[in-house]
């Protein structure tokens, strides 16, 4: 932007850019994506960004340009697996959601409507092919996000009721988020938490639990239990030591050295 420009010079330099897929623009919900922010700015190296960029990610109207974030992940994701942030349950959960590939938008944004081959009006520019390319999300889709996320939740009770819960949530939420933090947390309960205490879906759900921390393990117990079974260990050289040529015991894990 600069002094002096008219709003034509403006609409004809974005369209420079969207055409050359360095942007790509959603003039339905009015949203912008800057398709090499995610590579340069460093979103992905720092874990705790790398969660604010997900929060950004559930607040993002356009269908379209939410696809596109996914293609670009995963291109991340293939090319930089070693990426901090890659790392991070919410982060693998976005990778299977739903993926656009932005070389395939077009960014004619007016057809002739008596051409039968014209590509279909949508939230950006256009989007290719048919009716069903990048659709909105319908009941059966929604259940296909439920069995996604459940496959992540360690204990399968009440699962019917869970997914009436659900599709309930899905009126007034954001999908992909919700999907994420179920996976977030059935992630943290089966690493760190009894399945007998873990609550059922439902109750999680309807306790809107995602607002709350993630279980974390008792660090404080898991090493007293460790300690406890150190010291319920038979001694390996209770009959005597067995000496290695360099003067230790070659019995783990015995300190012992000859001659001490």
């Known amino acids: 932007m600069a002094a002096g420009r008219t709003p034509k010079q403006t609409e004809d330099a974005a ?51 939410k696809g596109v974030i996914v293609h670009e992940l995963n291109r991340l994701h293939d090319k930089f697996p070693d990426w901090r942030g890659f790392v991070l349950p919410e982060v693998q959960a976005l990778l299977g959601n739903r993926s656009v ?40 889709s929604l259940e296909s996000e439920f069995e ?41 309960y089966t690493d760190t938490t009894d399945k007998r205490y873990v609550p059922a879906l439902v109750v999680w759900l309807n306790g809107e639990r995602w607002n709350d921390e993630p279980p974390v393990a008792d660090t404080a117990a898991i090493n007293a239990q460790w300690d406890a079974a150190m010291r319920e260990q038979v001694d390996p050289c209770a009959g005597g030591h067995k000496w290695a040529v360099d003067g230790s015991c070659v019995r783990y894990p015995c300190p012992a050295r000859r001659g001490e």
């Open 15 to 65: 369209q420079e850019l969207a055409d050359g897929l360095f942007v790509v623009i959603d003039e339905e919900t009015e949203e912008v994506l800057i398709r090499s922010f995610l590579k340069h700015d460093g979103l992905l190296q720092k874990p705790n960004v790398t969660k604010a960029m997900v929060t950004a990610y559930g607040q993002v109207y356009s269908m379209a340009l």
């Open 101 to 140: 590939n932005p070389s395939e938008l077009v960014s004619n944004r007016s057809p002739n409507p008596s051409e039968k081959k014209a590509p279909l009006l949508t939230t950006n520019y256009l989007l290719l092919a048919t009716d069903n390319h990048l659709p909105a999300i319908g009941e059966r």
């Open 148 to 188: 996604r996320a459940y496959e992540w939740w360690p204990k399968k009770t009440e699962k019917k009721r869970s997914l009436a819960k659900f599709l309930s949530l899905a009126k007034t939420m954001n999908v992909d988020a919700l999907v994420a933090d179920i996976i977030r947390f059935g992630k943290a």
